[in-house]
């Protein structure tokens, strides 16, 4: 590394007499130039890694306050700004995540997980301390700013990691990969994934229907192996009797009657005497009525 002394030397008295100003190094402005050299090289405010840097910029700028504000902007914006952009990042997929508990899909885990890579990586974690040229001229409110960036990009990473790990081992979670994991019909899937989200978000009379509707392919699917004609705009109703006349009454029937009643209460559009809506409890019945369902009858993938 260049020595400060030649550093120094090459910048010109006037640039001199701006970091003293800067740095409050004491100097007097009648000596000659090798002597503001002297005095700067032998302050211990102005350091040698720091000079490096602006010495570089002086020279393109031929300013030493302007040099001095870019370093500092530099620095500023590489570390604590770059750190909140990535907060901001992740806080836009989590909240994307969270809001239907997709934070267990691999999709949202996969983005996640490379965002708290990027995060622990940047540049105000893999540094050491703030050069002291650069932290001596921010602001107190840059300086406050810095220090919750850095906690965050620390903090954040570590909690959305146990937010992941925690919400792939929910109850539901594992039922609802359990479900995934018999291969249904893509379409029925699609619907027990819906009914999931629903549920996480509290929408019990969705998730009621979304499980009516996976039923209604998972019918459709079992009649085809009868096989029976089915009718292109057949709804469950219509599935169900086929159901009785082609398969009989079975366990199955009689959960799929039971999801098929809630149904019929959520589409009455409030007439009495179904005028009420569902709660939490109903769609775990519902749901356990499905797995039932899933698990027992055959189907065609």
């Not at 001199?16 to 002297?38: G, M, Q, T």
């Not at 211990?44 to 902007?73: C, F, N, W």
């Not at 699609?190 to 499980?211: E, T």
């Not at 769609?283 to 189907?299: G, L, N, S």
Request: glycine share 4%; with cysteine; aromatic share 8%.
């Amino acid at each position: 590394m260049a020595k400060k002394r030649d550093l120094l030397a090459k910048l010109s008295r006037e640039n001199l007499i701006a970091l003293a100003v800067a740095y409050d190094v004491e100097i007097d402005r009648s000596r000659p130039k090798v002597d503001l050299v002297e005095a700067l090289a032998n302050s211990h405010r102005l350091k040698t890694e720091g000079l490096v840097e602006l010495s570089t910029r002086i020279a393109a700028l031929g300013d030493v306050p302007a040099a001095l504000y870019q370093s500092r902007q530099g620095y500023f914006e590489e570390t604590a700004i770059a750190a909140f952009d990535q907060i901001d990042a992740l806080a836009d997929t989590l909240s994307v995540a969270v809001a239907a508990y997709d934070v267990i899909d691999p999709g949202y885990s996969q983005k996640l997980t490379g965002q708290i890579a990027q995060l622990r990586g940047s540049k105000i974690q893999s540094a050491g301390s703030v050069p002291d040229h650069v932290w001596s001229q921010l602001s107190g409110k840059q300086r406050a700013a810095y220090g919750v960036a850095k906690s965050l990009s620390y903090q954040i990473p570590n909690f959305l990691d146990g937010a992941i790990s925690s919400s792939r081992d929910t109850d539901l979670a594992q039922r609802a990969r359990e479900l995934e994991a018999r291969r249904m019909p893509a379409k029925t899937w699609y619907y027990v994934s819906q009914s999931y989200r629903s549920y996480v978000a509290g929408c019990y009379d969705s998730s009621i229907v979304m499980l009516a509707r996976a039923l209604e392919h998972l019918l459709r699917n079992r009649l085809y192996l009868v096989p029976v004609s089915i009718e292109p705009k057949a709804t469950l109703g219509r599935l169900v009797d086929l159901y009785k006349k082609s398969v009989g009454n079975d366990a199955c029937l009689e959960k799929i009657l039971e999801v098929a009643n809630m149904d019929r209460i959520v589409s009455a559009h409030d007439v009495p005497p179904f005028h009420r809506e569902m709660e939490k409890r109903d769609a775990d019945h519902a749901w356990t009525a499905f797995e039932i369902v899933a698990r027992e009858i055959p189907v065609k993938t």
